[in-house]
């Protein structure tokens, strides 16, 4: 399947090491989180600045939104030769005169076991960060498209797993939309009903009504809690998701728009309602959108 047409997930994590011939040891992590744009954060050496103002552009030609951390670490392997610490070497060496001094026939003092001492013999350090020529930047440029390559693979595994959760919970919302559909046919009957025994209440305590406006609250009623309306909107929701689903590029934005839509009818819905078997059903039907939502955050 051609990545450039699969779904994409925010969330991934790549890497990459390795160690040039001058003896420097490199490594790449970079990851990636949901974000409403795309955030970079790179936390590279000192000296390096040019090296990320050039990395950057590639981030933003091939990763459109996430927030995204990028981390290069460097290493010198090999160690300077061991010297000893002429401090430390010199407060040993007075101590053991002092102690030799006071034992009488004790044998000479012997080098290595001075040096051998904790803290005498220490491996010099190279002082500072290893230098930045162009065999190690070369490395590091090609470890960081490495390491990008993997992140970018592991979005795309995540935008399949997505792919497939988004698509069950519509199904699952397609569910419910019949059920609504069936448990709605009713409504205005219900309503009608309703109305009409409230005003055989009003009717019986002595109070007049004219039968002119009591025909016309009775059929307003019945309009307002009409959800045909509702309900094609949401079959039209759940076709443009599919849709989008089917598209994959970049359509986290259009889906996070969408699942406002979503809400917006479910809520219409429950507040139509004029029965406890439509009412639990759009309940459900809110708490599954809910669960679309959440993982659309998701979607690049």
């Known amino acids: 399947m051609d990545e450039k047409q699969t779904l994409a997930s925010m969330t991934g994590f790549g890497a990459a090491a390795s160690t040039v011939s001058t003896g420097v040891a490199w490594s790449w992590d970079i ?13 590279m050496p000192s000296g390096w600045e040019a090296v990320e103002a050039e990395l950057r552009p590639v981030l933003t030609k091939r990763l459109r939104r996430g927030s995204i951390n990028a981390n290069l670490s460097l290493k ?3 160690q300077g030769a061991a010297a000893p610490d002429p401090e430390a070497l010199e407060r040993v060496l007075k101590l053991a005169q002092e102690i030799a001094g006071r034992i009488p026939g004790s044998p000479p003092l ?9 803290g005498v013999l220490r491996a010099s350090q190279s002082g500072g960060l290893p230098a930045l020529t162009p065999e190690l930047k070369a490395a590091v440029v090609a470890g960081f498209m490495e390491a990008l390559t993997q992140l970018e693979r592991g979005r795309f595994e ?14 699952d919302i397609a569910r419910l939309r019949t059920e609504s559909e069936i448990a709605a046919e009713d409504q205005p009957r219900l309503q009608r009903a309703r109305m009409l025994e409230n005003v055989r209440a009003l009717l019986a305590e002595g109070m007049s009504l004219p039968e002119d406006r009591v025909a016309q609250e009775v059929a307003l009623l019945a309009s307002r809690s009409d959800v045909r309306e509702e309900l094609d909107r949401l079959a039209s929701h759940i076709d443009a998701a599919r849709t989008l689903l089917a598209e ?11 699942m406002q839509e979503f809400n917006r009818e479910a809520n219409t819905l429950c507040s139509k309602s004029a ?15 809910e669960q679309l939502r959440e993982q659309v955050q998701n979607v690049e």
């Open 248 to 258: 994959g590029v970049l359509v986290g934005r259009k889906l996070d728009f969408l």
């Open 275 to 289: 029965s406890v078997p439509l009412t639990a059903i759009g309940l459900s039907l809110k708490a599954v959108i």
């Open 76 to 78: 010198a392997e090999e």
């Open 31 to 43: 990851r990636s989180v949901n974000s409403k744009g795309l955030e970079l954060r790179f936390r």
């Open 110 to 118: 012997r080098a290595e076991l001075l040096l051998g001492l904790p």
């Open 158 to 171: 995540e935008g399949a797993r997505l792919h497939t959760v988004l698509t069950g919970f519509l199904d």
